[in-house]
Every structure is written in structure tokens, then in C-alpha cells.
């Protein structure tokens, strides 16, 4: 197999140290960029290219890897499907020719992946188990909250410099949809949900975004309050489920999640491992989630299991983003049919 990985970012570079982890070193670049292209080759020994169609033409690759901005995604993706090549896409927050891309997708056999990186944390996953276990019995109201701070992200650039910055692709608005693709996948989509979101400080670069989404989710039988924020000067991601039988709780700075047992009186404690993270980044977030989520990408291509995530699911996951903004802008709950 070869990968071309458009887009030699921050998540570039890490897509290639998945396929080196994994024994894939058939891998090159795709950047316009100069100096991305001269990191890419420095840190990891791979063949670059400052032109798309060459890199297309002279290394013919079997998969795109796309980690360009999310407003960009598109373009690749259609290239991708004209071509019969297989594609992994990363997380998106706009849907840009969407319906015409799962038409096209639908129509051909190339495997199309769209990124759902947190499905692959192993506490989520330990998470989904107990849940769909029942041994927290009817799900009474989930509370979820995931705060990071902007600038935190690329210490090396100011914020103004890349995606984040632009409102349609804001960090705030990005990581709702990051965090809605798991919540949805154990708990399934609402009825309706209402929800708001603003502009709450001031970040040097961020001016024109909005850092800070409230949501509420009406499942109709339980309901689920999920706070997204840039503004956290300390990285959370907390999670709590009150069931009938038991409560759930998650903290991800403790590497357990714990379950509280009424009838013992007591918590469950029930550790995990995160495996190690990439110098410069948070320790919670390792880098095994992610060689796990190319892993499954390489296995759809060959025939193994499908990969966990759809496109019609991921834009699925999109609309209840826009529909909590619908909510806000019209000061009203909004209907929503997954």
C-alpha cells in the first residue's frame, strides 16, 4: 500500500508516525508549503511533493490521508472518489458538498473514512461497553463537559496563523462535533435539542470565533447536557451518567472511569491505558487512539471490518451541530431526525 498524506500539519505529521508505528513506510507528503515539506522530510525520511497532481501522477498512491483544514476536505475527497482511491479524512465541522460526496461514495468501492478518533480512547470504549451492558440500568441524564484552551494547541504558531481562527472552522465550533461523534455512537441521537453559543473572552487571533457551546439533548426518555469550550486553561474532559442502578463518573486526568454500586455502597474503579503521547502534547492524549484509528482504515481497505465511522453517519453528527445553532440563533428547541 501507498499513502499520500495531504497536508504535512500537525495532524499530517501524526498520520505519518501512525503509519511508521504500524510498518508502513510507502508513505509521502503533499504540501505546498516549503518549510512543512523540509519538517516532514528532516523528522520522518518521506518523499514530498509541492504539487498535488505530481504527487498524484509520479506516486500513484492507494490511500489519501486528508489533514488539510476542514473548509478544504472536499476537494480531496472528490479527487479521491474520481480516482478510485481510498480516503481517511479527519474530523470536519463544515459539510461543503456533502450530499454529493456520499452520493458518489455510495456509488463506488473505494472506503471512504471519515475520522472519529475518540471511538478508538480506550475509556470511551470501556464507557460504551458499560452503558450497553445495562448495568447502569435506565439512563436517567448524562452530563459532559470538554474544555481545552486555544492557544494551547499550536504553542509554535499564534492562533491567527492556521483553521482555528476562521469562524467557520473555529476551534470551538470544531471540537463539537469531535465530541458529539462518541456521545452519539453510545447513546444515539435526540429527539430535539436546544442549545447556545458565544464569544465569552478575548484570545489574541480568535477574534471572530465563538469559544464556548452549551447543549441540551432531549432523547425524549433521558437527557444529556454537553458544555464544549477553547477557554479551559487546564484540559478536561469529564464525563457523568446517572442510570437507575448505578452512576458513572469519568475524569480523563485519573486513567479510570469509576462506577458508584448502590447496593455495595462503594465505586468500581476501573483503570485503563492511554499509552505514551507525543512530546509536546497533553499525556491524555496518546498517540495509540489514533494509530488504532489508521489501523481500522488499512483494515477496511483489505477486506477485514469496516471502518467506525460512515460519511452519512459524520454528516449526521454535523446537522445536530448546526441544529443547536439553529436553536440559539431562533431562541427556540429544534426538532432533530437522525
Keep these: 500500500m501507498k499513502f499520500l498524506i495531504v497536508g504535512l500539519g500537525s495532524m499530517g505529521k501524526r498520520r505519518i508516525r501512525c503509519l511508521k508505528a504500524l510498518g508502513h513506510g510507502n508513505v509521502a507528503g ?22 498535488f497532481d505530481q504527487a498524484l501522477c509520479s506516486f500513484a498512491p492507494t490511500a489519501l490521508i486528508i489533514s488539510v483544514p476542514p473548509d ?19 474530523a470536519s465541522v463544515v459539510d461543503t458538498r456533502m450530499d454529493l460526496i456520499k452520493q458518489k461514495a455510495a456509488q463506488s468501492a473505494t472506503v471512504a473514512a471519515p475520522s472519529a478518533t475518540l471511538l478508538y480512547h480506550p475509556a470511551i470504549r470501556l ?35 492556521y483553521y482555528v481562527s476562521n469562524p467557520a472552522t473555529g476551534g470551538g465550533r470544531e471540537i463539537v462535533p469531535f465530541e ?3 456521545l452519539t455512537s453510545i447513546f444515539g441521537f435526540p429527539k430535539r435539542v ?18 464556548t457551546y452549551n447543549m441540551l439533548l432531549d432523547y425524549g426518555e433521558f437527557l444529556a447536557t454537553v458544555t464544549v469550550d477553547v477557554v479551559s486553561r487546564h484540559a478536561t474532559r469529564r464525563l457523568l451518567v446517572n442510570g437507575e442502578l448505578a452512576q458513572l463518573v469519568w475524569d480523563w486526568d485519573e486513567a479510570c472511569v469509576r462506577v458508584f454500586d448502590p447496593k455495595k455502597g462503594d ?11 507525543a512530546p509536546g502534547y497533553n499525556a491524555n492524549i496518546g498517540e495509540n487512539m489514533y494509530i488504532d484509528e489508521i489501523q481500522n482504515f488499512i483494515d477496511a481497505m483489505n477486506g477485514v471490518r469496516p471502518f467506525a ?22 431562541s427556540s428547541f429544534v426538532g432533530f431526525l437522525s
Aim: glycine content about 8%; charged content about 25%.
Design 72 to 90: 478544504l476536505h472536499h476537494h480531496y475527497m472528490e479527487i479521491a472518489l474520481e480516482r478510485g482511491i481510498h480516503f481517511f479524512v479527519e
Design 127 to 161: 464507557i460504551g461497553d458499560l452503558v450497553r451492558s445495562g448495568k447502569l440500568g435506565r439512563i436517567s441524564n448524562v452530563m459532559h463537559h470538554s474544555g481545552q484552551y486555544l492557544p494551547d494547541w499550536h504553542t509554535y504558531e499564534p492562533v491567527s496563523a
Design 194 to 211: 436546544c442549545g447556545n453559543f458565544r464569544k465569552t473572552i478575548q484570545i489574541e487571533g480568535a477574534e471572530g470565533i465563538d469559544d
Design 309 to 330: 465511522n460512515t460519511l452519512e453517519t459524520d454528516h449526521t453528527v454535523l446537522k445536530l451541530l448546526y441544529a443547536v445553532e439553529k436553536s440559539d440563533q431562533t
Design 30 to 51: 503533499y504540501d505546498p508549503r516549503p518549510d512543512r515539506r523540509e519538517e516532514a522530510v528532516a523528522k520522518y525520511g518521506v518523499a514530498v511533493y509541492g504539487d
Design 267 to 277: 465505586w468500581e474503579t476501573l483503570p485503563y491505558s492511554m499509552g505514551e503521547a
Design 180 to 182: 458529539l461523534a462518541w
